[in-house]
T-cell receptor, first 112, second 114 residues
Framework: EDQVTQSPEALRLQEGESSSLNCSYT??????LFWYRQDPGKGPEFLFT???AGEEKEKERLKATLTKKESFLHITAPKPEDSATYLC?????????????FGKGTHLIIQP | DAGVIQSPRHEVTEMGQEVTLRCKPI?????LFWYRQTMMRGLELLIY????????DSGMPEDRFSAKMPNASFSTLKIQPSEPRDSAVYFC????????????FGPGTRLTVT
């Protein structure tokens, strides 16, 4: 069974204070790792897909990286508008299904 | 495109009543997914469709839950009878293809069963 564990559960930072969120996973065959952002009362919003170890993707202040066991979402000089819950999900070829397995998320608060 | 559309946005019902949640996927997307989100369990896949055909319903919690997709632009998730433990936010998502393609989520339906 696929497992996705995100840490920390919650993180409070000052504006401009860089940090990283972790997503560790256990799958039989990773076909894709996804990062989503979720604001209160809204659906998850797609950020990145990573397919293989060593891959990196960037968008504004966010950079996602992938190893064989985990992914990191690095947030550089965050602003209050970056406050949200960040979700990690995996697609595993071994399960035979096309749905994603999600972690429980990291609730990020950026204080001005 | 307007994105994935869900209705209603909020639903409050009494235990034992039938509840129907509705979803309109993004035009041209061949896959449609139904998820449920709770504080305890996070986001869980309930069922998904490919070209209007249900492919995997192993996540549906019990026989009280059923889902249909009569055409490419409409899907329903029905709970009958509803129970308080069904209270959650239900999301519909669609994607161009399965698996490694990104899924686009709707705004969700917050269901409260009293």
């Amino acid at each position: 069974e696929d497992q996705v564990t995100q840490s920390p559960e919650a993180l409070r930072l000052q504006e401009g204070e860089s940090s990283s969120l972790n997503c560790s996973y256990t799958v039989s065959g990773l076909r894709g790792l996804f990062w989503y952002r979720q604001d209160p009362g809204k659906g998850p919003e797609f950020l990145f897909t990573l397919y293989s170890a060593g891959e990196e993707k960037e968008k504004e202040r966010l950079k996602a990286t992938l190893t064989k066991k985990e992914s990191f979402l690095h947030i550089t000089a965050p602003k209050p508008e970056d406050s949200a819950t960040y979700l990690c999900a995996v697609f595993d070829s071994g399960g035979g299904a096309d749905g994603l397995t999600f972690g429980k998320g990291t609730h990020l608060i950026i204080q001005p | 495109d307007a994105g994935v559309i869900q209705s209603p946005r909020h639903e409050v019902t009494e235990m034992g009543q039938e509840v129907t949640l509705r979803c309109k996927p993004i035009s041209g997307h061949d896959y449609l997914f139904w998820y449920r989100q709770t504080m305890m369990r996070g986001l869980e896949l309930l069922i998904y469709f490919n070209n209007n055909v249900p492919i995997d319903d192993s996540g549906m919690p019990e026989d009280r839950f059923s889902a249909k997709m009569p055409n490419a632009s409409f899907s329903t998730l029905k709970i009958q009878p509803s129970e308080p433990r069904d209270s959650a936010v239900y999301f519909c998502a669609s994607s161009l293809a399965g698996g490694s393609y990104e899924q686009y989520f709707g705004p969700g339906t917050r269901l409260t069963v009293t």
